[in-house]
C-alpha cells in the first residue's frame, strides 16, 4: 500500500450467506464490488488495498457518490458517531454532509449501545480512548444482528494501539486529532462499500401476494408491498409479534416459481403492516430472489452502484 495507508488483517464477514448479491456490472470499477463466489470481503479488500493508492480511491469515491445520486436516490447512508469532543464532532459532521450521509451522534456508550440495538447504521465511528465504554461499543457492532457488517471507524488517542483496534473489530483506525482530510479519506474509501451493502436492505416497491404460516395460522393470503434481499413488508390484518417464526411462499412479479422460504416478523405497526425477515432461504430460491432484484436495479438506473473499495478491511489512517 502507498502512502499512509497500510492493510492489515481484515475481519470476516462472520459466516453470513450473501442471498441475492446483486451483479456488477463489467463497465468502470463495478467488478470490484461484488467479489467473485467463496471470495470474502476481507481477502477482496486487502487486494484492492494492496493495489490501489489514495488518489484512486478517492476519484473512485467521487464517481460513486455521483452515480449513487443519479441512480439509487432513495437510499439514504445513515452513521452513529461515539464521541465527546466538540472538535471531532464538528470534524466530522462536515466530511458525512459532504458525502451525503445520514448522523446520529452519541456522547455516552450506554446511549450509543442503545442505538445500535434499535436502529441500523451503514458506519459506526467510535473514539476508543476518549469515551468511557468506547472500546466496549467497538466490539458491541460486530454483535448487534442489525449492525454487524457496518463500516467501522476507530478513533484512537494513544491507549488502544491500531493492532488493537482492528481486532475489536475496526475496518479503519485514525489517530486523534482528527483532520478533515483524513476524516474524508478514510469516509471516500469505505462510503462504496457502505452502498453496496445498503443495497442488500434496499426495498424494492411491489405488489403481489404471499402465503405466510406461523403459529395456528396456514396458508393465509397477504399483500407483499416491498421486497429486498433480506426481507419484506406485508399487508395483515391479525397480530404478530417481533421474532415469531413464519414460513412464506413469495410470488414475485415475471418469476415462474413461488419463492419459498423461513422468516421471522421483525416489527408490526399494529395498524395491519409487518415485516418479515428472511432467515433462511433455500438455494432454488436465492437464485430467483437474486435475478428478481437485479432485474429491478437494472430498470432502476444505467449502472449498478459503483464506489470506492474498503469493505471489511482493516487501514490505518
Not at 452515480?67 to 466530522?92: G, N
Not at 455516552?108 to 476508543?128: M, N, P, T, Y
Not at 404478530?240 to 412479479?253: A, D, K
Request: glycine share 10%; hydrophobic share 40%; aromatic share 6%.
Amino acid at each position: 500500500m502507498r502512502g499512509k495507508v497500510t492493510a492489515e488483517s481484515g475481519a470476516d464477514n462472520g459466516g453470513n450467506e450473501e442471498v441475492g448479491k446483486p451483479v456488477a456490472d463489467s463497465r468502470g470499477f463495478d467488478i470490484l464490488a461484488t467479489p467473485l463466489p467463496g471470495a470474502s470481503w476481507a481477502g477482496l479488500s486487502r487486494q484492492i488495498t494492496r493495489c490501489l493508492p489514495l488518489p484512486i480511491l478517492d476519484y473512485f469515491g467521487y464517481l460513486g457518490r455521483f452515480r449513487l445520486r443519479t441512480t439509487m436516490q432513495a437510499m439514504v447512508l445513515q452513521s452513529l458517531l461515539l464521541c465527546r469532543d466538540s472538535e471531532t464532532l464538528r470534524v466530522f459532521r462536515r466530511a458525512l454532509d459532504d458525502l451525503g450521509i445520514g448522523l446520529e451522534a452519541a456522547t455516552g456508550a450506554e446511549s450509543a449501545l442503545e442505538r445500535l440495538e434499535r436502529s441500523k447504521f451503514d458506519a459506526v465511528i467510535v473514539d476508543c480512548d476518549d469515551v468511557a465504554g468506547g472500546a466496549d461499543v467497538l466490539v458491541a457492532v460486530q454483535q448487534a444482528p442489525s449492525n454487524k457488517r457496518a463500516i467501522v471507524i476507530a478513533l484512537i488517542n494513544g491507549t488502544t494501539s491500531m493492532r488493537a483496534a482492528f481486532e475489536m473489530g475496526a475496518h479503519f483506525a485514525i489517530d486523534k486529532p482528527v483532520s478533515m482530510e483524513r476524516a474524508l479519506r478514510a469516509l471516500r474509501a469505505a462510503h462504496g462499500f457502505m452502498v453496496a451493502e445498503q443495497r442488500r436492505y434496499f426495498r424494492h416497491p411491489v405488489d403481489t401476494k404471499a402465503r405466510l404460516s406461523f403459529g395456528p395460522v396456514r396458508d393465509l393470503v397477504c399483500r407483499v408491498t416491498n421486497v429486498s434481499d433480506g426481507g419484506m413488508a406485508v399487508a395483515l390484518k391479525e397480530q404478530v409479534s417481533p421474532g415469531m417464526t413464519v414460513e412464506v411462499r413469495l410470488e414475485l412479479p415475471g418469476v415462474a416459481e413461488n419463492v419459498e422460504l423461513k422468516g421471522e416478523f421483525a416489527w408490526s405497526d399494529g395498524k395491519g403492516n409487518a415485516g418479515v425477515r428472511f432467515i433462511y432461504v433455500p438455494i432454488e430460491g436465492k437464485r430467483w430472489l437474486g435475478k428478481w432484484l437485479n432485474d429491478r436495479v437494472k430498470e432502476e438506473g444505467p449502472d449498478p452502484v459503483l464506489e470506492s473499495p474498503s469493505r471489511q478491511r482493516s487501514v490505518a489512517i
